[in-house]
């Protein structure tokens, strides 16, 4: 199993950046994906980035492209999202997972944690 704890939301401005984190344990090591989706109430979730650790390979939304960074360690204990200019759109519950590949989507995911809120709002 796999435990992941998500920090780092906030309440921020249209235009202003936020650091998520994501700090795992467990077997990490059995899975070779690690990224994060989001969510809205009502919605389906959203994949937004990850990163595949056989190849290194990172992917994203296509609508956080150029706004937002995934980054982490090898031993994918650790993980973060770097959003910058962030968007009213943006504005979700952001989830940590881990799975044994990047999927289609970016939101299929074997474990996750409890998420973090993020909000953009003026």
């Known amino acids: 199993q796999v435990q992941l704890v998500e920090s780092g939301g906030d309440l921020v401005q249209p235009g202003e950046s936020l650091k998520l984190s994501c700090a795992a344990s467990?077997?990490?090591?059995?899975?070779?994906?690690i990224g994060w989706f989001r969510q809205v109430p009502g919605k389906e979730r959203e994949g937004v980035a990850c990163i595949s650790s056989t190849d290194g390979r990172k992917f994203y939304l296509d609508s956080v492209k150029g706004r937002f960074t995934i980054s982490g360690n090898d031993a994918k204990t650790s993980l973060f999202l770097q959003m910058n200019n962030l968007k009213p759109e943006d504005t979700a519950v952001y989830y940590c997972g881990v799975s044994l590949y990047c999927h289609e989507g970016l939101n299929e995911y074997d474990y996750w944690g409890q998420g973090t809120q993020v909000t953009v709002s003026s």
């Open positions: 467990g077997s990490t090591l059995r899975y070779y994906a």
